[in-house]
């Protein structure tokens, strides 16, 4: 079953005995009972609690609840942009959140992640993403935008807590992206199943500290297909029993390897977030955060089984 392009579950159908199983009829009136299916299965959920308790493994913390609470569906995709997402642990997760819309012609989206492992890293992740969906939803530009989630955190917590973040926004009609990095680890650029680069241009300081240096946009030009790779510190920082970190390099072979695969972007996202809690043994010392976002022209076939560049 899927919802929009999130694969929520399996739909077990049973046809009469000499039905033609491979009649294109029959396949695409259960194609579209599925999907139907899926979007009632989402829309259902938000009004009671019956689906989310049989989905939970164990209870999630109150700093858990709240993130969860806020979060876009963890896949989303148009004809021009495909988006994944994930955090870990998912019953834990206290600072990381990150946000998205898909337009006509654009897509913006942001990773933030606020200091601390308890309940005012989520209320400030949920301070910091009600200001920067009020500025973009007001028509704000980058710089608006992370000015926004810098003075809300910065007036709410006088400089106790403050967070890292990367605003982007690309144009689905040119492939043009426009950045801003405050203080957090830099995007990379994913292009036919390689890391290209990192994106290191595009400065400012922390949100919710007053510090008084420069603020720079960045742009770069995508070509189709292009990814963007954005994730908080949790995944390169995560650490073995030895000490030993899972490292930017491993980030970047699990990433390669895996596109080469042609899997769905959703299921790159899970595997990759897999190798960082085997690293660690299940046990995560700080939150880990992946998004990947994806200028193309195949659309939502990139979320389906064998379809994945």
């Known amino acids: 079953m899927i919802d929009g392009v999130e694969r929520i579950g399996v739909l077990r159908v049973v046809a009469l005995e000499g039905t033609d199983l491979d009649d294109p009829e029959l396949r695409r009136t259960c ?3 599925t ?4 979007h009632l299965v989402t829309v259902l959920d938000a009004y009671g609690d019956g689906l989310d308790a ?3 493994r164990r209870p999630r913390t109150t700093e858990a609840e709240l993130v969860w609470s806020l979060l876009p569906p963890l896949t989303a995709g148009t004809d021009a942009v495909v988006v994944a997402g994930r955090l ?4 834990e997760v206290g600072g990381d959140v990150f946000d998205y819309a898909l337009g006509p012609t654009s897509a913006s989206f942001v990773v933030l992640d606020a200091t601390g492992h308890d309940l005012a890293a989520g209320l400030a992740s949920a301070a ?3 200001a920067y969906r009020n500025a973009r939803r007001n028509g704000k530009g980058l710089f608006e935008q992370a000015e926004s989630v810098h003075r809300t955190l910065e007036a709410q917590f006088g400089g106790s807590v403050y967070a890292t973040a990367v605003f982007g926004e690309l144009d689905t009609t040119t492939g043009r992206l426009r950045y801003l990095v405050a203080g957090h680890p830099s995007p990379l650029v994913m292009r036919r199943g ?3 680069k990192k994106l290191a241009s595009g400065r400012r300081p922390l949100l919710g500290l007053e510090m008084r240096t420069g603020v720079t946009l960045g742009e770069e030009h995508l070509e189709p297909g292009d990814t963007i790779v954005l994730y908080t510190d949790g995944i390169p920082e995560a650490r073995d029993a030895e000490g030993r970190t899972f490292g930017l390099p491993r980030l970047v072979d699990v990433l390669e390897r895996e596109s080469a695969q042609g899997i769905p972007l959703p299921e790159i996202v899970d595997r990759l ?3 960082v809690m085997q690293h660690q043994d299940d046990v995560l010392q700080d939150d880990a955060t ?3 976002v994806q200028w193309t022209t195949e659309g939502q076939a990139l979320l389906e089984p064998g379809r994945a560049r």
């Open 88 to 91: 870990e642990p998912a019953y």
């Open 54 to 56: 049989l989905r939970r």
């Open 290 to 292: 992946l998004l990947l």
């Open 35 to 38: 999907h139907l299916l899926g």
């Open 128 to 130: 910091g993403l009600a």
């Open 273 to 275: 977030v897999r190798a």
């Open 194 to 196: 390689h890391v290209v």
């Open 31 to 33: 194609w579209w009972i």
